[in-house]
Nanobody, 122 residues
Framework: QVEFVESGGGLVQPGGSLKLSCTAS????????MAWYRQAPGNERELVADINTGGVTNYGDSVKGRFTISRDNAKNTVYLQMNHVKPEDTAVYYCNGDGWYQSGNYIPGERWGQGTQVTVSS
């Protein structure tokens, strides 16, 4: 059973940067498509970014040009670099693994991390 552990969340000022990490417990990570989701209070969970095994990425419209997803298979880790953050980026961020693609859209797998809180506030 592969588990994912997120880290790197915290309090950041508007316009600042933060880098989230999600580490898998097994090297099978390298065959997983991975994604970051977020959920703010009262909102549905939304896709932030995804990355396939070949490193091809996709982003939600609200974060394009500001966030970057990447992966390091040697470290079983996927990252989310968050730049120029805004108060509306405040949410719990979750990583998801072993998803698949349908018509180019990432479909989440059953494996989720526990989440890490990101708060953007001055």
């Amino acid at each position: 059973q592969v588990e994912f552990v997120e880290s790197g969340g915290g309090l950041v000022q508007p316009g600042g940067s933060l880098k989230l990490s999600c580490t898998a417990s097994a090297s099978i990570f390298r065959v997983f498509a991975m994604a970051w989701y977020r959920q703010a209070p009262g909102n549905e969970r939304e896709l932030v970014a995804d990355i396939n095994t070949g490193g091809v990425t996709n982003y939600g419209d609200s974060v394009k040009g500001r966030f970057t997803i990447s992966r390091d298979n040697a470290k079983n880790t996927v990252y989310l670099q968050m730049n120029h953050v805004k108060p509306e980026d405040t949410a719990v961020y979750y990583c998801n693994g072993d998803g698949w693609y349908q018509s180019g859209n990432y479909i989440p797998g059953e494996r989720w991390g526990q989440g890490t809180q990101v708060t953007v506030s001055s």
